[in-house]
């Protein structure tokens, strides 16, 4: 199965440009844990609830602070036709539990090892990548 057919496509997204308050506020209105950043629809980022807490909270500095000084640049992605078993194992090596799916550079959905899980047939990949993730975050 390919990611094309997990993926949510409907993502909400924020510019290198926009502040670290408008990037949680997104998270807390979505429930969701990340935002891609995006200029000019190219994926250029990824602002992560943990990037907010370490790079900005902890260190006192201020919710206006841009998504662009705080954000994470070296993105792992994938393409609509990566097959899923292969996102999997991209997210246990890499240690993420979400990955933007991008053609031609563009932002087109992202996908999460709740993704994964949810289809039945793709649960022990996404239990084995959840797995690996965990063991090394909590070593």
Known sequence: M????LMTTDVRTV???ATV???AQIMHNVNVGSVPVVENNRLVGIITDRDIVLRTVAKGQDPNTKVCDIMSRDVKTITPDTEVHEAAEIMAQKQIRRLPVVDNGNLVGIVSIGDLAVEGKYEDEA???LHDISKNTLS
Do not use: H
């Not at 390919?2 to 057919?5: A, G, P, T, V």
């Open 2 to 5: 390919k990611i094309r057919e």
């Open 15 to 17: 510019t290198p440009n």
């Open 21 to 23: 308050k408008d990037a």
């Open 127 to 129: 239990g084995e990548a």
